[in-house]
RNA sequence: GUUACUUGUCGUA
């Protein structure tokens, strides 16, 4: 049986969940009985293909075969049911898991309150933090993080940075994460002068900004209309070997197409093509709806037609 | 032996 769940699992993660549910019928066929850690491969592997039916399927079979839920278990289902928006009915198997005497750990309800968060639902996800301190559990920064995330979504900066000084008071540092989103938070506001200072910040730190950072500083420029300040930061990030793909790009992009500076926008749409992974949905939505903006409906239908041919998904 | 939660661009009715 294990060495079963380990092939499985293999398949699951090589993106071949169909085979490795053939596997599992196999071993069932040699007697050998899918045990719980056989369901959780196989329910997960369903989710990461993105399938919750069929996930869901494989959880009812499991029940069917007598066998009872876990601790991982529910996370895979729960996480998945917040990715697809369900999030009453992630609550309900949460509270499913608590009645059925599974102790909660950090993940679950950091996944819960990620869940919440991502539904516009603050209320309910501070409710939630309250409810792991009265399980024992402390918010850890990551719990922090979507907080602060959820916040910032909300345009509410002042009880974001309010939130990283109570990261202090509770022994918790910062990382880049933390960073990151306060940075994109002050950039998505136009505060793009903060946000380099935080970033100088973050350094002073010892925390290395990543490529999050720097593209969150790109795109505050960019809001700023400063584009040359922009494209330094493009460079700057080359000569530090940090891979600049094509979201940094289609933000520059789009900024070139918004100013009607074709000729510059074209040219770099150019050398984007010869990095070769850099044109993706994102940049020919941005050219789209350029053209459509402009009414240049022929040379968007002609585009459009170019999305159908490269199979990219027209979104 | 299986699950591992949070961050960046357009869009999301």
Request: net charge positive; aromatic share 8%; hydrophobic share 40%.
């Amino acid at each position: 049986t294990v060495a079963y769940n380990v092939l499985i699992n293999g398949f699951c993660l090589d993106g071949n969940v169909g085979y490795a549910l053939k596997l599992c019928g196999q071993m069932i066929k040699q007697g050998l009985a899918p045990d719980i850690i056989t369901y959780n491969t196989l329910i997960n592997g369903f989710c990461g293909d993105g399938d919750l039916q069929k996930a869901c399927w494989i959880y009812d079979g499991m029940l069917g075969a007598g066998l009872v839920p876990d601790l991982i278990s529910y996370k895979i289902l729960i996480r998945e049911l917040c990715k697809h928006r369900y999030i009453k009915k992630a609550n309900t198997y949460f509270q499913q898991m608590l009645g059925s005497n599974i102790i909660p750990d950090h993940f679950v309800f950091n996944i819960l309150i990620d869940g919440y968060i991502k539904e516009g639902n603050m209320m309910e996800a501070l409710r939630l933090c309250d409810k792991m301190v009265a399980f024992g559990l402390v918010p850890n920064v990551i719990t922090y993080n979507a907080l602060i995330h959820g916040h910032a979504k909300e345009g509410n900066l002042q009880e974001a940075f309010r939130l990283k000084h109570e990261m202090f008071v509770y022994g918790l540092i910062p990382d880049v994460v933390t960073y990151n989103l306060l940075i994109n938070g002050l950039c998505k506001h136009g505060y793009i002068l903060e946000a380099s200072g935080l970033c100088d910040e973050m350094i002073s730190k010892g925390i290395v900004p990543d490529k999050f950072t720097y593209t969150e500083l790109i795109f505050g420029h960019c809001k700023r209309q400063k584009i040359d300040k922009a494209c330094e930061i493009l460079i700057m990030m080359q000569k530090k070997g940090l891979c600049v793909d094509n979201i940094a790009c289609n933000i520059v992009f789009r900024t070139l197409c918004k100013r009607k500076k074709t000729e510059e926008a074209h040219k770099l749409l150019e050398r984007m093509k010869k990095n070769d992974l850099c044109v993706d949905n994102v940049t020919y939505n941005i050219l789209l709806t350029g053209y459509l903006k402009e009414d240049k409906l022929q040379q968007a239908r002609k585009l459009f037609e170019e999305m159908a041919v490269k199979e990219t998904h027209a979104s």
